[in-house]
Each structure stands twice: as C-alpha cells, then as structure tokens.
C-alpha cells in the first residue's frame, strides 16, 4: 500500500471519527452519553495525531521529490549546454563525451541506416 493511499485511508477513518464525536455532541448530555463522548473524544484524537503525521509524511516526501526533479532538470541543462557549445565550438570529442552522459550514441554522416523520418 502506498503512502498516499494509506494517508486516503486513515483521513477516512479519521473523517469517520469526526462525524460520530459531532453527532454525539448534539445529543443528550447524561451519564451514558458523557461517557460514550469521552470514548469518542479519545478516539477521534488518536485518529487525528495519526493522520496529521500521514500527511506530514506525505508533504516531505512531495518535497523530497520536488527537490530531486529541480537536480534532474539542472543536471541534463548543464548536459545539454555542454553539448551545444561543444557542438558550436566544433570540439568532437567533447561532444561525444557529453552525448555519452546522456546515453546516445552519436551516428557518423552517411550511415547505412537510414533515420526514422526517412524510412518509408
């Protein structure tokens, strides 16, 4: 089960929790009812420590992901500026080098295969 439908579960249940600690509240105020209240005061605050953390949980690992996107990203700009000024500055060898750190191999002119756009 994933953190996030495991953080979907527990607002459920918390949801749930909610919805019978207001329902008692409106009723009658007598000694049955008084303890059935605490009950569900405690519960709904179990509940409620335990989705608050879920969804701590859950908003790190979406920050933990957001900062490793922005690495990706900044990594394979800076490949691809390597790139380009070694393509413009006609510098082969660091072309190759740079277009091996992005897994592609560089086809010399006139190749028996024909590229994909050429191919009937």
């Known amino acids: 089960m994933s953190l996030l ?3 979907l579960s527990v607002r459920l249940e918390f949801d749930a929790y909610r919805a019978d600690l207001e329902e008692l509240s409106v009723g009658p105020r007598d000694v049955v009812n008084m303890a059935r209240i605490d009950t569900a005061q405690e519960q709904y ?4 420590d335990k989705y608050e953390r879920l ?3 859950v908003t790190i690992k979406l920050n933990f992901l957001d900062e490793n996107k922005v690495k990706v990203m900044h990594k394979q700009l800076l490949l691809f500026h390597n790139a380009i000024s070694a393509y413009f500055a006609g510098n082969q060898q ?6 091996k750190q992005f897994n592609i191999k ?7 295969k024909p590229s994909w756009l050429e191919e009937p």
């Open 5 to 7: 439908s495991l953080s």
């Open 45 to 48: 605050q179990i509940h409620k």
């Open 55 to 57: 969804r701590s949980d």
């Open 94 to 99: 660091q072309l190759e080098q740079t277009l």
């Open 106 to 112: 560089l086809r010399p002119p006139g190749a028996d």
